[in-house]
T-cell receptor, first 119, second 114 residues
Framework: GAGVSQSPSNKVTEKGKDVELRCDPI?????LYWYRQSLGQGLEFLIY????????KSGLPSDRFSAERTGGSVSTLTIQRTQQEDSAVYLC?????????????????FGPGTRLTVT | GESVGLHLPTLSVQEGDNSIINCAYS??????FIWYKQESGKGPQFIID?????DKRQGQRVTVLLNKTVKHLSLQIAATQPGDSAVYFC?????????????FGRGTSLIVHP
């Protein structure tokens, strides 16, 4: 079946511009996560959506970052007034937690990421 | 061995050798652990998991060992192949707290020489 998809795969933007990154999770997965990964680094948690519950935004680095998840499916991560330090790969993952579709609910299925470069 | 600064720890092995990748986790209350493999330009991919009521679990060519006493996790890859070259991450989860937000380790780069 289809995995997690993200778009665009690459985004180059000028400092100060806003960007939107899109994530299409696996159908039926109730949990969705956004992470940021800088070159040669680990995964930095940004935000977590679970069903219709309020998202856990505890990882967002500043108020320039926000995310939405419409209809419990597609999610958009928005970065306003981008800065050079925002340059990274932004990864989205979904999980079957609570969906009744098997699995433990902890394993995550990652998309290929969006490579953001702020010039 | 370990590197400092911005570089990931790196393990270099010859094709056909066995590889052991180590991970120290932080939370003694964590009860579920996952290993992920991340190839260049791709997102992490699930390899194998283990619950805290186990100390060993085997998959295809991979074995995960858990030592809760010292909060240590390892991933063993048998007969390592060039296709195993990637960055490997461990992740810990604490189900008792109801949190489904895992904590990821820093990652180890595995380089397999043909």
């Amino acid at each position: 079946g289809a995995g997690v998809s993200q778009s665009p795969s690459n985004k180059v933007t000028e400092k100060g511009k806003d960007v939107e990154l899109r994530c299409d999770p696996i159908s039926g997965h109730t949990a969705l996560y956004w992470y940021r990964q800088s070159l040669g680094q680990g995964l930095e948690f940004l935000i977590y959506f679970q069903g219709n519950s309020a998202p856990d935004k505890s990882g967002l680095p500043s108020d320039r970052f926000s995310a939405e998840r419409t209809g419990g499916s597609v999610s958009t991560l928005t970065i306003q007034r981008t800065q050079q330090e925002d340059s990274a790969v932004y990864l989205c993952a979904s999980s079957p937690r609570g969906s009744g579709r098997g699995g433990t609910g902890y394993e995550q299925y990652f998309g290929p990421g969006t490579r953001l470069t702020v010039t | 061995g370990e590197s400092v600064g911005l570089h990931l720890p790196t393990l270099s092995v010859q094709e056909g050798d066995n590889s052991i990748i180590n991970c120290a986790y932080s939370n003694s209350a964590s009860d579920y652990f996952i290993w992920y493999k991340q190839e260049s330009g791709k997102g992490p991919q699930f390899i194998i998991d283990i619950r805290s009521n186990m100390d060993k679990r085997q998959g295809q060519r991979v074995t995960v060992l858990l030592n809760k006493t010292v909060k240590h996790l390892s991933l063993q890859i048998a007969a390592t192949q060039p296709g195993d070259s990637a960055v490997y991450f461990c992740a810990e989860n604490m189900s008792a707290g109801g949190s489904y937000i895992p904590t990821f380790g820093r990652g180890t780069s595995l380089i397999v020489h043909p």
